[in-house]
């Protein structure tokens, strides 16, 4: 089983849209958590950090489950500058300070 | 947070060959890493560059394979020895910065073997 598994998408939605991403990850242990944004071609950039009372970034709304080990991530009123791919990423807690990544999750925004 | 450069941006190189990456930091930071992203995968750590004493390797990655250099608290270097297509990844180089847990990256080396 992976460490950290997410829908690989594509999601194409229209601007204006609200779309929700979701993760799993395997080791209860893991403390940390993160969506990052990675355009094509470019390295991936911290979105926000995922904390366990759920938090909000403008349009951007994180929350977590730790009973589950599920983590979301929603984005209200969609922007064609939000199409990128987005990685749901969980500290490895037995490896120092390893970072274990998701695939990630296609968004195409679409005018 | 951090600004950090890696050199060379991209390279095409012939197997049996070596590459050696270079990553600076704007800022000295205790922690560097080294990432791999294989075409159409997750980014997975290679191993932990530490200042003054040898890298630390995750399962997988071997010494002889990456060497890694960290010789001060700004700059670090990864080399890809003997290299196969199978090589053939973007590195990414990483740091904590700001005092949180949260890692920012450099913008890569794309590395084609042929």
């Known amino acids: 089983r992976k460490e950290v598994e997410q829908d690989p998408g594509p999601f194409n939605v229209p601007e204006g849209a609200t779309v929700a991403f979701n993760c799993t990850y395997s080791?209860?242990?893991?403390?940390?958590f993160f969506w990052y944004r990675q355009d094509c071609r470019k390295e991936p950039k911290l979105l926000m950090s995922?904390?366990?009372s759920g938090n909000e970034d403008g349009r951007f709304t994180a929350q977590l489950n730790r009973a589950s080990q599920y983590i979301s991530l929603l984005i209200r009123d969609s922007k064609l500058s939000d199409s990128a791919t987005y990685l749901c990423?969980?500290?490895?807690?037995?490896?120092?300070?390893?970072?274990?990544f998701g695939k990630g999750t296609s968004l195409l925004v679409t005018p | 947070s951090a600004v950090i450069s890696q050199k060379p941006s991209r390279d095409i190189c012939q197997r049996g060959t070596s590459l050696t990456i270079q990553c600076q930091v704007d800022?000295?930071?205790?922690?560097m890493f080294w990432y791999r992203q294989q075409p159409g995968q997750s980014l997975t750590l290679i191993a932990t560059?530490?200042?003054?004493?040898?890298?630390?390797?995750e399962s997988g990655f071997v010494i002889d394979k990456f060497p890694i250099s960290r010789p001060n608290l700004t700059f670090s270097t990864l080399t890809v020895s003997n290299m196969s297509p199978e090589d053939s990844s973007i590195y990414l180089c990483?740091?904590?910065?700001?005092?949180?847990?949260?890692?920012?990256f450099g913008p890569g080396t794309r590395l084609t073997v042929l």
């Open positions: 990483s740091v904590f910065s700001g005092g949180a847990d949260t890692q920012y």
């Open positions: 080791n209860s242990a893991s403390q940390s």
């Open positions: 995922v904390y366990s």
């Open positions: 990423v969980v500290n490895a807690p037995n490896s120092g300070y390893a970072l274990n």
């Open positions: 800022s000295q930071v205790t922690m």
């Open positions: 560059a530490n200042q003054g004493s040898e890298a630390t390797y």
